[in-house]
């Protein structure tokens, strides 16, 4: 049974050394704060606190409980994870889709589709400029 090419996956990133990876990290962190500042901007503004719940965690810190996508956790190393929701806003998931009575006004996955290929060119170069410098 395959692991969908996690174990490749695994190796490949164990290949590259340390200080790629690290000098990577503030790329992918500007990409994820893009990434909320497109998710803030769709975001319904009833009373403001879906929009405040919108946040960046970066590679080693813990996600807000009740979050979503995803609940609370430990974000890994080369990552960064941007989630909607809190403590005190545990219905970030109810505008995006809407609900029996109210009509979904999407921001979550619009936003990120917007900025996702931006981030993603961002980190290419990070790390292409990155392997370059570690190769002199």
């Known amino acids: 049974m395959g692991d969908g090419g996690l174990s490749s996956f695994q190796r490949r990133m164990n290949a590259i050394p340390k200080e790629v990876r690290k000098a990577v990290e503030p790329a992918l962190m500007k990409g994820a704060e893009e990434i909320a500042a497109a998710q803030k901007s769709l975001a319904p503004e009833d009373s403001g606190d879906l929009i405040e719940s919108i946040e960046v965690t970066g590679p080693g810190q813990v996600t807000p ?40 006004q999407p921001y979550f996955w619009p936003g990120f589709r917007l900025m996702r290929k931006r981030a993603a060119n961002r980190v290419k170069r990070a790390m292409t400029k990155a392997v370059r410098e570690a190769g002199k």
Request: no cysteine; glycine share 10%; hydrophobic share 40%.
């Open 65 to 104: 409980p009740y979050s979503q996508p995803g609940g609370s956790y430990v974000v890994p190393e080369n990552a960064a994870v941007v989630t909607a929701g809190n403590t005190d806003v545990r219905y970030a998931h109810l505008p995006e889709f809407g609900t029996a009575n109210a009509a979904a």
